[in-house]
C-alpha cells in the first residue's frame, strides 16, 4: 500500500513538471505570393522566425529594379511587413542571416541594412549562388513576440 502511494506521488510530479510542448503556429501575411512551398514565419512560444525574404514586390514573384541597395530595402520592407502583420516589429529583431549572390556588393547591402536596424541584431552572412528569382540578396530573421 504505501508503495503504491509512492509510485502515485511520484507519477504526479512527474505529470506536474512536464510543460506542454511548444505550439508551432505557421503565420501568414499580406503580400506573399501565392502558391509558395513554405510559410512566410513560423511563431513558436514568444519567437517569430521568418522565411528569407528577397527585394520581390509585394505579391508578386518580380524582384524591383535598382541593384542591390533596391533589392536590400525591398527585402527589408518585406520583414517588415511580415513582423508587423503578425505582431512584432524590427526593433524586435534579434538574429538576422543575410545571403548575398556578391559579397562584393557588402558595403552597398550594409548600408541600408544598418538604416533598418540602429539596434544591431546579432548577424550572420555568407555568399551564396541560386538565390530565388536570381536575386541579389535574401535575409532572414527571428524575433520576438511584440512591439
Not at 8 to 37: D, F, K, N, Q, R
Request: glycine content about 10%; charged content about 15%; some cysteine.
Amino acid at each position: 500500500m504505501r508503495f503504491s502511494i509512492v509510485l502515485w506521488a511520484l507519477a504526479l510530479i512527474g505529470c506536474a513538471a512536464s510543460p506542454p510542448p511548444p505550439v508551432i503556429e505557421h503565420l501568414t501575411a499580406p503580400g506573399t505570393p501565392p502558391g509558395l512551398p513554405f510559410s512566410p514565419a513560423v511563431r513558436v512560444g514568444d519567437l517569430i522566425f521568418l522565411s528569407g525574404q528577397i527585394g520581390n514586390l509585394p505579391g508578386q514573384t518580380t524582384l524591383v529594379s535598382g541593384g542591390i541597395e533596391a533589392e536590400t530595402r525591398q527585402a527589408l520592407e518585406n520583414i517588415k511587413s511580415v513582423l508587423e502583420a503578425n505582431g512584432s516589429a524590427m526593433n524586435r529583431v534579434f538574429k538576422c542571416t543575410v545571403m548575398m549572390a556578391d559579397m562584393k556588393e557588402w558595403p552597398a547591402m550594409n548600408a541600408v541594412y544598418a538604416t533598418y536596424f540602429p539596434e544591431k541584431p546579432a548577424r550572420s552572412a555568407f555568399g551564396a549562388t541560386g538565390l530565388a528569382l536570381g536575386a541579389r540578396v535574401e535575409i532572414e530573421c527571428a524575433a520576438l513576440q511584440g512591439r
